[in-house]
Each structure stands twice: as structure tokens, then as C-alpha cells.
């Protein structure tokens, strides 16, 4: 079974950067896309950003050019390194996996951490 764990979020003030990490334990190989969600006050779950097994990186638009995201080379650790932090991208974000391609669609996710708060003031 993968389990995936989240830290790094913080508090910071707009146009700060922070980077979170997922730890991945359980068997994770290049069949799994990986990826970030996050979850403001109010507002439904969405996708941050996703990583497919074969490298290819996925960006929400409202996110593009300013957060990237990556791993480390035995799957054991996802990053997502989150630049010009605006108040709008204050949320839970979480870690997910799944078996095969990406998807945007959180039901689609089967594995997910617990969240971490990033709390960013104007």
C-alpha cells in the first residue's frame, strides 16, 4: 500500500517562496503519476500539479511559471517548489498517487497524505 506524507507549509507573505515535500513510502515506480492538489476555504478541491511516470510535468494555469514540480531519482520523495506566492494560492495541499496517467480529477487520485497548510499574506 503507498502512503504519502506531507510537510514543509507555512505562513509567508506574498511573493515568497516555500517548498513542500511528499514522502512516498510503498512501491512507487514509473507506472504511478504523481502530483499536488490543494484545497482553499470554501472551494472545491483542484490540481496544482501533476508528474507522470515518464517525466512529463503538468501545471495548473493559475500556477504556470511559478511553481514546479519534481522528485527525486528513487521515488521516494515528490517536491513541489512554489515561487511568487500570491494570497490566493493560501490552501491545504495535498499529495497524491495513482496508478497510470495523470488525471485533474481528485476522485481519480487513490492515494492521498493529509495535507499541509500554506498560508500566504498580502
Known amino acids: 500500500e503507498v502512503q504519502v506524507v506531507e510537510s514543509g507549509g507555512d505562513s509567508v507573505q506574498a511573493g515568497g517562496s516555500l517548498r513542500l515535500s511528499c514522502a512516498v513510502s510503498?512501491?512507487?515506480?514509473?507506472?504511478?503519476?504523481m502530483g499536488w492538489f490543494r484545497q482553499a476555504p470554501g472551494k472545491e478541491r483542484e490540481w496544482v500539479a501533476l508528474l507522470g511516470g515518464g517525466g512529463t510535468r503538468y501545471y495548473a494555469d493559475s500556477v504556470k511559471g511559478r511553481f514546479i514540480i519534481s522528485r527525486d531519482n528513487t521515488w521516494s520523495t515528490l517536491y513541489l517548489q512554489m515561487n511568487s506566492l500570491k494570497p490566493e494560492d493560501t490552501a491545504v495541499y495535498y499529495c497524491?498517487?495513482?496508478?497510470?496517467?495523470?488525471?485533474?480529477?481528485?476522485?481519480?487520485?487513490?492515494?492521498w497524505g493529509q495535507g499541509t497548510q500554506v498560508t500566504v499574506s498580502s
Open positions: 497524491t498517487a495513482r496508478v497510470g496517467f495523470c488525471s485533474t480529477t481528485p476522485t481519480a487520485n487513490k492515494y
Open positions: 510503498g512501491y512507487t515506480d514509473s507506472s504511478y503519476c
